[in-house]
């Protein structure tokens, strides 16, 4: 693994990279086609994590590694955090594992919620399960049924963590509404997702372009890669402070192996302000 490169600069594309965009648009998905994704959008999660279970995703050890915001404060208070898109809860459960190991009266309560039912059968099957320290809940992000689980200006902490990307571009403003209006007052969104021309961006065959920046994979889900300036566009547009965000260039090199693996992900903070007026 060579070290990251962070950067406020979007890839310059090689004549080949240019080529494979061009490509992509000589067949869209059809109107008719997206319509539907959108429609079976839950449908096709729940297929994906009945077919790999717990399998798919590794424990995002490297959160607290990125967002120093993850871990236990000073002052030993309590604070309240809700992973959005939480999937099996690969980073609720190592966070709330480090803090039952470590015993710490502070940290944080946890909520976790998914689109896809299937997902949160897998989080409260977990052995570490308890509504003492986390409660997870199926819902829409883009509706009001958020709402009904945790009370407005309530949480410390919101992490969007390869989870935006999955939800039709058309639906971003209001999942943002959705955190604004949970979040304290000086609360943050720790956000990661994939990046304005990452590896897989540039893969996708023609027939798999929904819209700009929008594709189908295959088993039915959708991938979205952000911008810079647009998130930055998009978290202001609803009120918040852009505290970092940048591309993290990540090249994973073996060159014994044969393995040559250049991914960019897009990672920001944003914050509410204290003062909302």
């Known amino acids: 693994m060579e070290p990251d490169i962070i950067t406020a600069n979007t890839k310059e594309l090689s004549e080949d990279e240019k ?28 297929l994906f994590y009945k077919r790999n279970e717990t399998r798919f995703f590794k424990d995002r050890h490297w959160t607290t590694r990125e967002f120093q915001e993850l871990l236990g404060t000073a002052q030993g208070e309590k604070r309240s955090l809700l992973e959005v898109g939480c999937g099996v809860g690969n980073l609720v459960y190592p ?31 977990n052995e570490l399960y308890d509504t ?13 049924q958020v709402h009904e689980h945790i009370a407005e200006n309530s949480l410390d902490v919101c992490t969007m963590i390869f989870v935006l990307s999955a939800i039709h571009p058309d639906k ?28 897989a961006q540039l893969r996708f065959k023609p027939g798999h372009k929904i819209a700009e920046n929008l594709y189908m994979r295959q088993d039915g889900t959708r991938s979205y890669y952000f911008e810079q300036e647009q998130l930055a ?9 852009v505290l970092n965000n ?10 014994k192996e044969g393995i040559d693996v250049p991914r960019i992900f897009l990672q920001g903070k944003f914050s509410k302000p204290l003062d909302e007026s």
């Open 132 to 144: 003492k320290h986390i409660t997870a809940f199926q819902c829409d992000i883009t509706t009001q």
């Open 95 to 125: 966070l709330l594992e480090e803090q039952l190991k470590e015993e710490r009266q502070e940290g944080f309560y946890f909520y976790a919620c998914d689109f896809s039912p299937r997902a949160v059968e897998f989080v409260r099957a």
């Open 233 to 241: 566009q998009l978290f202001s547009s609803q009120g918040f402070q």
């Open 19 to 46: 080529d494979k965009l061009q490509e992509q648009n000589k067949r869209m998905v059809s109107e008719f086609k997206a319509k539907q994704l959108e429609i079976d959008a839950q449908r096709h999660w729940d």
């Open 172 to 199: 971003f403003s209001q999942v943002l509404q959705n955190l604004w209006k949970l979040l304290k007052p000086g609360g943050i969104v720790l956000f990661r997702d994939y990046g304005l021309y990452d590896m």
């Open 246 to 255: 940048n591309y993290v260039h990540r090249r994973t090199l073996n060159l």
